[in-house]
Nanobody, 126 residues
Framework: QVQLTESGGGLVEPGGSLRLSCAAS????????MGWFRQAPGKEREFVAA????????YYAESVQGRFTISKANTESTVYLQMNSLQPEDTATYYC???????????????????WGQGTQVTVSS
């Protein structure tokens, strides 16, 4: 069982930056994929970014490509999401997710992730 804890959300003005962190309770093995999803009120939970623990390959939603960066800390089971040039449409609850069996075609599919954090709120407003 893996428990995920997000932190780093908050209120930021348009154009600003935030860094989210996700700490896993257990050491993630090299086969793990960790991802970030977000859900705005009244909308479906959507994929934001993911990283393969083995090799560090990264994947992004088109809407955040070039603005957000996902990374990992090798010495700890922690994943970060650096969010720059934030816009009001980025406002959502951001969730960290993890899974040990994902294949490449499933990385963007929220239903394929077994472990989820409780979420952290990101609000972009002036």
């Amino acid at each position: 069982q893996v428990q995920l804890t997000e932190s780093g959300g908050g209120l930021v003005e348009p154009g600003g930056s935030l860094r989210l962190s996700c700490a896993a309770s257990a050491r993630t093995s090299s086969r793990f994929t960790m991802g970030w999803f977000r859900q705005a009120p009244g909308k479906e939970r959507e994929f934001v970014a993911a990283i393969r623990w083995n090799g560090g390959h990264t994947y992004y939603a088109e809407s955040v490509q070039g603005r957000f960066t996902i990374s990992k800390a090798n010495t700890e089971s922690t994943v970060y999401l650096q969010m720059n040039s934030l816009q009001p449409e980025d406002t959502a609850t951001y969730y960290c997710a993890a899974d040990g069996t994902l294949i490449l075609s499933s990385i963007r599919n929220k239903d394929q992730y077994d472990y989820w954090g409780q979420g952290t709120q990101v609000t972009v407003s002036s």
